[in-house]
């Protein structure tokens, strides 16, 4: 069975630093591309990042690029999400979710539960 | 970027009845060298993560219930539930993998009438 758990989410003040962690089971995390999403409070999804399989194909949103980073750790069937010069509009809840495919470009078939960031002084 | 919109913001439906949903991309999202339309669609249950129900614009995931389909080609595209039930209640995303960023529609939100 897939998992996807993410963890590291946290009330942090504007302009600090926060990383969001994804444990991934279930399959062959060094096959597939990873992705995060997030979630506003009542809002709807906007895609932030995603990285292929060998962290060869990055891509960000504009909203987050230059601030955030993603990564992945093969061996630790991990994807990271470093997130610096947080702002109140980051608030959200953040999704890892994989990808099914290698590389970037095809839809997401399975989404952890999400770990809420809340920026706030 | 792909911008991504969609109709209606909500509809309600009776139990029973047919409910379409529209997606609009800004630019075409048809790879003309394999023509496939890089166009998914999800449904969020209120507490949940999203589901993926249809993907290359037409095709079924494993499991998703046959009266969910999905048509359209280029930039113009449509989710359509053909006999509503009570567990369809939820919202609907389109989504664009073409390119990044991979943009989601703003939702539509589906209600038992």
């Known amino acids: 069975e897939v998992q996807l758990v993410e963890s590291g989410g946290g009330l942090v003040q504007p302009g600090r630093s926060l990383r969001l962690s994804c444990a991934a089971s279930?399959?062959?995390?060094?096959?597939?591309?990873m992705h995060w999403v997030r979630q506003a409070p009542g809002k709807g999804l906007e895609w932030v990042s995603g990285?292929?399989?060998?962290?060869?194909?990055?891509g960000y949103a504009d909203s987050v690029k230059g601030r955030f980073t993603i990564s992945r750790d093969n061996a630790k069937n991990s994807l990271y999400l470093q997130m610096n010069s947080l702002r109140a509009e980051d608030t959200a809840l953040y999704y890892c979710?994989?990808?099914?495919?290698?590389?970037?470009?095809?839809?997401?078939?399975?989404w952890g539960q999400g770990t809420l960031v809340t920026v706030s002084s | 970027d792909i911008v991504m919109t969609q109709s209606p913001d909500s509809l309600a439906v009776s139990l029973g009845e047919r409910a379409t949903i529209n997606c609009k991309s800004s630019q075409s999202v048809l790879y003309s060298s394999n023509n496939k339309n890089y166009l998914a669609w999800y449904q969020q249950k209120p507490g949940q993560p999203p589901k993926l129900l249809i993907y290359w614009a037409s095709t079924r995931e494993s499991g998703v219930p046959d009266r969910f389909s999905g048509s359209g080609s280029g930039t113009d595209f449509t989710l359509t539930i053909s006999s509503l039930q009570a567990e369809d209640v939820a919202v609907y995303y389109c989504?664009?993998?073409?390119?990044?960023?991979?943009?989601f529609g703003p939702g539509t939100k589906v209600d038992i009438k």
């Open positions: 279930g399959f062959t995390f060094d096959d597939y591309a």
């Open positions: 990285i292929s399989w060998n962290s060869g194909s990055i």
């Open positions: 979710a994989k990808d099914s495919g290698q590389w970037l470009h095809t839809p997401f078939d399975y």
């Open positions: 989504q664009q993998y073409y390119s990044t960023p991979e943009a």
